[in-house]
């Protein structure tokens, strides 16, 4: 029984430190007090997310996604889908970066406003602000 | 807060736990994800398209679509800051700092003092002190050209090699913003104003969606290259590998601009004077 | 120029997208473009989802390819009388809501009009394109674009905008993260995007517990999105703090529209067969909704001020339409759909007529409505057809929506879900005649409201002529779309539902 929960572990090593970065990210959202902190904590969250489905792209023994013959034009050799890596996750977590980076940006933008407005980042201070 | 985030993120974290135990196993070549869609991508892509860089490929030509709106994405992102964070009306400071570069002395004259000229032996520094670095300064002025020119290749060179639009175009805004930061905010202003990131950024984005109304006007569906095949004269598939590099730069243009005017606007918070 | 028809699919979102970056780089050099860029842009996609629902009733489904790869290598768009519908919705309640907030906006956002006009239009994009597509991952990315715009939208309004925003940032980006996580997951089980795609090569996987997990983020990812009760903490601050001319169109649309995708995605992606009857979870998500219609209607009656109200009575519509779809039996479902589209156009006139009003009198204390009806008319009338919907008088449309809920309750024998709707009408009945008394019989006090600081009584008249126009085409619809109910469900709401239900 010990040995298959090692196993286990050993082979999706990976798959569980996304969980344990998705949770640690989700953490600091919820329990941190600093709102610069809760970002942080936001983009290690999508970052989990993004390592989680680059993941699932790879391939035991395979190459990166870029065909390396050259471009002889009619000498195609066949290519064979096992010795290349996945492609489609590649794109749709470049996407996702993307989309990470735009969030940051307007999550910082609103937080400036809340500093210049409140004139302090910690949550209970802005709600003490608020009760006045 | 910490006890019910503890609570929620070990909940959570089990559940998941639990769904991984039943995951396929990594980096098998027969899995669902391999096996169903991707084979068709990693066979036929070059055939199709031209492309030897799959993640190209499939970017820009068969999934093209969704790129256009993560351009979008970013275009909307740096639409919001200026939205959020911009104070047009220009506000006079209280004082201004000026460095007397040959000596070293830093002057602060109040509103409404007589300010010097700014020329080869005064320079007006940022409310943030910091000392005069002849280092910096001369190495961003000698390592921006060469970053630029990689900047481009990268854009160029997306068919052949890892890039693309969104490397080449964050490449080439943190060309600028890395002038911004070694110099100041004023100076890169007078360079690439506000004005010019936020038409380019637009203009990025058109020029992507307008190959596609293109198509769309030749007959063919949004986006679909091979109608392009003959205003290009070439054939359908080198036209797709064409545009490819089209959408690609545009991409690389409103990337690059977008990432310039965000960090313009959130370096000074929106007052575009004094950046980090 | 050859027949454009066969690209509306295309054309509806592609319209759009160009008006607003033309909007944008018009700011920059010349502001009188931007309105009519933005009108002309959501009138003619307005027309077009007309052209689309049209045809798509006599054709059934439309589906197009974009890049001219078919499904599942590129991504499709499939249009069927569900989205048609929804979009003719979105479009209609858009391109009101920005008539009619044309002076509010000269107002607010003097230098930045294109800025604001431009993100507007985009957030309308990033909703259509939600409704339209046939990709999940596209649904993502086009879920992102009006989150992003709409968390801006938010956050330039007054008060404790920016800091309602950020929560609701935050909030929602873990939404949005979840249903990634689910559709990453349904990815490593399938290997598809394409929805249909995906709901052809579930039904060998549903045993396994990672399918299930994938239903439970994307549900769970939307229920935060749509601010279903326990997930709505960050609707009423965020809604009440905007400015009045965004809360017009995100108050109406997101919610509706998240619900939206979570009907596409229960039919489509996980076929009812699975999500009705192997999850077991009809049970709970209809408690769910018993709970949010209650405590949305009672923290209404808490409110002292009229949008934070109308904010609570909005998580109490949520309430409706989930609790409906997840009753499962083909009454319930039908008025679920018919609801999705009453509220939309019930919330924009509440909406329209709470900001012509505060608009006039700077304020929206419940105390400042005293003896409004006389001196505005026209908007409190629209106000009262709007109230009356709400309430479900006919024959107004929100009565037909609520009879079929009602039916539907009966049908499957949940009667706690009937007895929390009747309970809803009466508290939003108590809501608006307390409003609707002070405005009407309440004497206008004469020399101005004392403490408040709103205009003497003197300057008080009737809101602009743009807006009173919009009110009254969202009002008179009311009752339009409560005339033609049958008309709309024998022939778009009856064939949209699957057979299975």
């Not at chain 2, 999934?63 to 919001?80: N, Q, S």
């Not at chain 2, 007959?219 to 091979?226: E, I, P, Q, T």
């Not at chain 3, 008539?99 to 309308?124: C, D, H, M």
Request: neutral net charge; hydrophobic residues 50%.
């Amino acid at each position: 029984m010990g040995v298959e929960l090692f196993t286990d572990i050993a082979s999706q090593y990976n798959y569980l430190g996304v969980v344990i970065l998705m949770m640690i990210g989700l953490y600091a959202m919820i329990a941190k007090n600093n709102l610069v902190k809760k970002i942080i904590g936001m983009n290690i969250f999508q970052t989990a997310i993004i390592l989680f489905y680059v993941s699932t792209g790879a391939k035991r023994g395979a190459t990166i996604p870029i065909i390396q013959h050259g471009h002889n034009g009619h000498g195609h050799e066949v290519i064979h889908a096992a010795e290349y890596i996945n492609p489609l996750p590649h794109v749709l977590m470049l996407t996702a970066i993307v989309v990470s980076v735009a969030t940051l940006g307007v999550a910082l933008a609103l937080a400036i406003k809340v500093y210049h407005q409140y004139g302090t980042l910690e949550e209970d201070e802005i709600r003490g602000r608020l009760r006045e | 807060m910490r006890v019910i985030g503890l609570l929620i993120v070990i909940a959570f974290g089990s559940l998941l736990r639990y769904g991984v135990f039943f995951f396929p196993e990594w980096g098998d070549p027969a899995s669902p994800a391999s096996l169903h869609v991707s084979p068709h991508y990693i066979e036929e892509a070059t055939a199709e398209t031209a492309v030897p860089n799959l993640v190209t490929a499939v970017l820009a030509d068969y999934r093209g679509y969704d790129t256009m709106f993560e351009t979008t994405v970013i275009f909307a992102a740096g639409l919001a800051c200026f939205m959020l964070l911009r104070v047009l009306q220009r506000q006079v400071p209280e004082c201004r700092l000026y460095r007397h570069i040959p000596t070293g002395i830093t002057l602060r004259i109040e509103k409404g003092g007589k300010l010097p000229t700014e020329s080869g032996s005064f320079e007006r520094i940022d409310a943030n002190w910091v000392p005069h670095d002849l280092i910096i300064k001369t190495t961003a002025r000698f390592i921006t050209p060469f970053l630029q020119i990689f900047a481009l290749y990268v854009i160029a060179h997306g068919h052949h090699s890892p890039g693309g639009g969104f490397q080449g175009g964050v490449i080439l805004g943190a060309a600028i913003i890395m002038f911004a930061i070694s110099y100041d905010l004023r100076r890169s202003i007078q360079r690439i104003g506000e004005q010019a990131t936020a038409v380019l950024g637009s203009a990025g984005v058109l020029i992507y969606a307008g190959t596609g109304v293109l198509c769309m006007v030749l007959g063919a569906d949004f986006l679909n290259y091979s109608a392009l095949a003959g205003l290009m004269g070439v054939d359908p598939v080198m036209a797709r590998s064409h545009s490819m590099l089209i959408v690609e730069i545009g991409v690389g243009v409103a990337v690059s601009a977008v990432m310039v005017w965000i960090y313009y606007n959130l370096s000074s918070a929106g007052r575009h004077d004094e950046g980090l | 120029m050859q027949n454009l028809s066969p690209h509306f699919p295309a054309l509806i979102i592609i319209v759009p997208l160009i008006a607003a970056l033309l909007i944008s780089a018009a700011g920059w050099l010349n502001r009188r473009f931007c309105f009519p860029l933005a009108a002309l842009g959501l009138f003619t996609s307005l027309l077009v989802s007309v052209g689309l629902l049209s045809s798509v009733l006599v054709k059934d489904v439309i589906l197009y390819r974009l890049g001219g790869w078919p499904a599942p290598w590129g991504i499709l768009y499939r249009i069927d009388r569900l989205n048609g519908l929804v979009l003719v919705v979105i479009f209609f309640v858009a391109f009101l809501n920005l008539i009619a907030n044309k002076r509010t906006v000269e107002e607010s956002f003097p230098e930045q009009l294109g800025g604001f006009y431009a993100l507007y239009v985009l957030f309308v994009t990033g909703l259509s394109g939600m409704v339209v597509t046939g990709d999940a991952f596209n649904l993502y990315v086009l879920l992102e674009i009006s989150s992003l715009t709409g968390y801006a939208l938010i956050g330039i309004g007054h008060e404790r905008a920016p800091l309602a925003g950020l929560n609701y940032l935050f909030v929602g980006t873990i939404g949005a993260s979840l249903y990634l996580l689910g559709i990453g997951f349904l990815y490593l089980m399938t290997g598809s995007l394409n929805m249909t795609d995906i709901g052809s090569l579930l039904p060998g996987l549903y045993n396994n517990p990672v399918v299930v997990l994938a239903f439970l983020l994307c549900m769970t990812g939307l229920f935060i999105k749509m601010a279903l009760f326990p997930l709505h903490a960050w609707l009423p601050n965020a809604y009440s703090f905007s400015p009045a001319a965004s809360i017009g169109v995100i108050a109406p649309l997101t919610t509706k529209v998240m619900i939206y995708v979570m009907i596409r995605i229960t039919f489509d992606v996980f076929t009812p067969e699975f999500s009705f009857k192997m999850m077991h979870l009809g049970q709970v998500m209809v408690w769910l909704s018993v709970a949010a219609i209650i405590m949305g209607s009672l923290f209404a009656l808490a409110q002292t001020r009229l949008k934070r109200m109308l904010t609570y009575v909005i998580i109490a519509e949520v309430g409706y339409m989930v609790g409906g779809f997840w009753l499962g039996n083909r009454m319930a479902v039908t008025g679920a759909v018919l609801h999705i589209l009453n509220d939309a156009v019930m919330t924009l006139c509440i909406f329209l007529a709470a900001g012509a009003v505060i608009y006039q009198i700077c304020g929206d204390d419940f105390e400042d409505f005293k003896g409004l009806f006389r001196k505005m008319p026209i908007s409190m009338a629209a106000f009262t057809v709007a109230a009356l919907s709400l309430i479900g008088v006919p024959p107004t449309c929100g009565f037909f929506s609520k009879w079929y809920l009602i039916s539907g309750g009966i049908a499957a024998g949940h009667y706690g879900f009937v007895v929390a709707l009747l309970f809803s009408s009466l508290v939003n009945a108590v809501l608006f005649f307390r409003i609707i008394e002070i405005g009407y019989f309440e004497p206008f006090p004469e020399g101005g409201h004392g403490e408040h600081h709103s205009p003497p009584a003197m300057e008080i008249r009737e809101a602009p002529a743009g807006m009173l126009v919009c009110l009254l085409l969202a009002a008179v619809s009311l009752i339009v779309l409560g005339l033609y109910t049958g008309d709309i469900v024998t022939r778009i709401i009856d064939l949209a539902i699957p057979p299975a239900i």
